[in-house]
């Protein structure tokens, strides 16, 4: 397999959950300012919509949607318990986690890297993903993770969107639920390693 990313983008969740499933993969770089590859290719070819993650397979096919891959990659390694099982009402509430960061948090956190968004729009984006974040931390209550003691998917995810919260400035210091889970996702080896692969230094 291959995984297309860019450095500290959301591609950085399913680049976690690779090496926490112990698969073999390749990394490719993609740039997400000019759309090229390493070797100066066009990355549109591979996904054109433009975007970071991609997960090729083995037999050429491809993957895209952050989602999608994590429960992917989970789901060819049962054993991991990276996800619930299929038909659960744990893997219901997994992906219930998913689609939050998706919606309420991941989009939310765009604006405030698009130097064409005035301050003042800024502003309110700030506003709603403090609340949103004040929310997680309200379910992060007496859990080591979002679905208890048991690392998933989603706490990939959750860890990715949130390293972005002091470049956006984004204020999460009285967030302690939240903090205490994002140390607590920071010092698990893979995490470490796929930061390090990235050249991401740590928060």
Known sequence: MKLYYSPGACSLSPHIVLREAGLNFDLALASTKTKKLADGSDFYQVNPKGQVPVLELDNGERLTEGPAIVQYIADQVPMSKLAPPAGSLQRYRLMEWLNFITSELH????????????????????????ERLQWVDSQLEGKQYLLGDEFSVADAYLFTVTN??????????????LNAFRDRVAARPSVRAAMEAEGLNKA
């Open 107 to 130: 989009k939310s956190y765009s604006p405030l890297f698009n130097p064409a968004m005035p301050e003042e729009g800024k502003a309110v984006y700030r506003a709603r993903i403090g």
């Open 164 to 177: 972005w919260s002091k470049v956006v400035g984004v204020d999460m210091g009285a967030l302690k639920n």
